[in-house]
């Protein structure tokens, strides 16, 4: 692809994998690079889409999701993380591969593990890593639309609603990588930054539409920023204007 064929393929392409390639291509000049927390998160929110289909494992599956974003923001040391990903792991080798390959429980507990890597590098070419966990989510969701009897059609439709989804959640949590929006000084009153980090804390994000107000008040009149924290969202924890008003990368 072409640098504008990856611009136009970001804000209309409905393929994780595609959006993570253009976000990793060292080809475009204009990509932002942006570290490993951005990932992490957006791991994390695609579990959460499924977090009610972690019937197996359940206790182990959350406790990977919910460290994982704690590890992001270096509030837990990478070994507690790793304990719990290893429990996980132990629990899911339980039922042999021939079996665990074709259960909707078992593949959506095994999601979390996206999250848990050390060298990025390495996750990314991992089949449990950033670039392979829309696959995953969409075995679950096509897997769970046959068990509920529908079509295979149907099922299909499902998960291609499931990949759009998680398009969704990349451009809400990276952004526009093609320009990159700086947060003036005087945008970050304490109303503004106070709203952010209760969205953030609560990962309840309800109060956009006011943080918008805030952010105007406060001189901003960038119609990305303000578009998008009055737009249907999804808000999910990584959100680049919240993040972006906290000063977190």
């Known amino acids: ?12 392409g409905g393929e994780p994998g595609l959006l993570l390639d253009v976000l ?74 021939n079996e665990a390959n074709g259960r909707v429980d078992w593949l959506a507990s095994e999601v979390p593990l996206s999250a848990v890597w050390s060298n990025f590098h390495e996750a990314m070419a991992s089949r449990c890593g950033p670039a392979h966990v829309g696959s995953l989510v969409g075995q679950v969701e096509y897997l ?56 953030y804390e609560a990962r309840d994000f309800s109060a956009m539409p006011i943080l918008a107000d805030a952010l105007q008040d406060a001189g901003c009149d960038n119609a990305d920023v303000l578009n998008h924290c009055r737009g249907p969202g999804p808000h999910v924890r990584g959100c680049w204007v919240v993040d972006m008003v906290l000063g977190k990368e």
């Open 1 to 12: 692809m072409t640098e504008a064929e990856a611009e136009q393929e970001w804000f209309s």
């Open 24 to 97: 990793g291509q060292p080809a475009y000049p204009r990509v932002q690079t942006y570290r490993q927390r951005k990932y992490r998160l957006w791991s994390c929110a695609c579990a959460r889409r499924i977090w009610h289909r972690m019937s197996f494992a359940t206790a182990a599956a959350q406790e990977v999701v919910e460290l994982a974003e704690q590890y992001a923001d270096r509030k837990v040391p990478a070994a507690l993380l790793n304990a719990a990903a290893q429990r996980l792991e132990a629990a899911l080798a339980l039922v042999p591969v």
């Open 144 to 199: 769970s639309a046959r068990e509920e009897q529908l079509s295979s059609d149907a099922a299909f439709e499902r998960m291609d609603r499931s990949d759009k989804a998680l398009c969704a959640l990349l451009r809400e949590i990276f952004g526009n990588p093609f320009r990159k929006i700086k947060c003036h000084r005087k945008w970050r009153t304490s109303t503004a930054v106070a709203l952010a980090a209760q969205m």
